[in-house]
């Protein structure tokens, strides 16, 4: 049986080996890093329980990082419109075709919104309503990432990930590095952004403090950040100033939740809408005793 694969990684707040923990590494590691992390920076935790010491730490002080949570430790940051296609990325003639046919299709069906005439606005309206798009979702708020790490169940279809994944990107150095792209004459479709809708449509994204990274054509997210800003570091350990990878053993996942949920941290808090009020449910069913189950206070 092949053993735990973020058990061989660096414990935060490290991001490299010494020498000698580097020959200790299991023969088949190697492959194994470059199949899960490739070139990212990665470290782990013990367990969920160290994630609140870990935020608390002094490069997450000045409040740059945004956040992604993954429930499976070998998924890349790939955006639903580049999910499926062989090289991992999208072409300028897919976006075009994708977003022209939802336009299409959206007539009559939405708000007459004059943002919605701006391109970005409109895959925000159609990641909210399940559209492929070059959109990843985000958030402000370490804690949310988590709970979009654990809050699903292993799937049955699938061998369990040994950990959950934590993204942390940061947005401030990759904001002055787009500025910087920008006024050297890289246009707009060849760079990243992160973009925070300017419409009233999206409450979910407001709940979550949401933001979002829009991926641009023929460009992968890692691909895109190692390249532009990882000139500037040496090692894994500077690079993850940039963007990290955070391994969280995938036990606990309960406990983990019924935590979160004491910080109002839950489906019903985090999308307010009927599908939420369902999620909810099915939550408090699962995870606390149905004769135990905590009530959701409405607004009065």
Not at 29 to 50: C, M, N, Q, V, Y
Not at 71 to 81: A, G, Q, V
Not at 90 to 117: H, I, N, V, W, Y
Not at 129 to 157: C, I, M, N, R
Request: proline residues 6%; negative net charge; glycine residues 6%.
């Amino acid at each position: 049986m092949t053993d735990q694969y973020h058990i061989h990684l660096p414990k935060w707040p490290s991001f490299t080996w010494t020498e000698e923990q580097q020959e200790a590494l299991p023969v088949s590691f190697k492959d194994r890093r470059e199949r899960i992390d490739g070139d990212l920076p990665a470290t782990r935790l013990e367990s969920w329980h160290e994630f609140h010491e870990m935020v608390e730490a002094e490069c997450f002080a000045r409040n740059e990082f945004i956040f992604r949570g993954q429930h499976r430790n070998d998924w890349d940051l790939i955006p639903s419109l580049a999910r499926g296609t062989a090289t991992g990325v999208f072409t300028p003639r897919q976006s075009k075709r994708c977003l022209d046919s939802f336009r299409r299709a959206a007539r009559g069906r939405k708000d007459l919104d004059p943002m919605l005439e701006d391109d970005l606005e409109m895959w925000a309206l159609g990641q909210h309503h399940g559209l492929k798009t070059p959109l990843l979702d985000w958030t402000l708020s370490p804690y949310v990432a988590l709970f979009f790490a654990f809050e699903k169940a292993d799937s049955a279809s699938l061998e369990p990930s040994d950990s959950r994944v934590v993204f942390a990107l940061n947005k401030t150095l990759v904001e002055r590095r787009i500025e910087e792209l920008l006024h050297e004459g890289s246009s707009e479709d060849h760079v990243v952004r992160i973009y925070q809708p300017a419409g009233d449509s999206n409450r979910r994204l407001l709940s979550q403090a949401g933001v979002f990274l829009a991926v641009p054509p023929n460009e992968s997210v890692t691909g895109w950040i190692l390249t532009n800003l990882g000139g500037e570091a040496g090692d894994d350990s500077d690079m993850s100033g940039v963007l990290m990878k955070i391994h969280i053993p995938n036990e606990g996942r309960e406990e983990c939740l019924r935590s979160l949920h004491r910080m109002n941290i839950h489906h019903a808090s985090l999308f307010p809408d009927l599908i939420g009020s369902s999620a909810y449910t099915n939550f408090v069913f699962d995870v606390y005793q149905p004769e135990s189950a905590p009530e959701v206070r409405g607004e009065r």
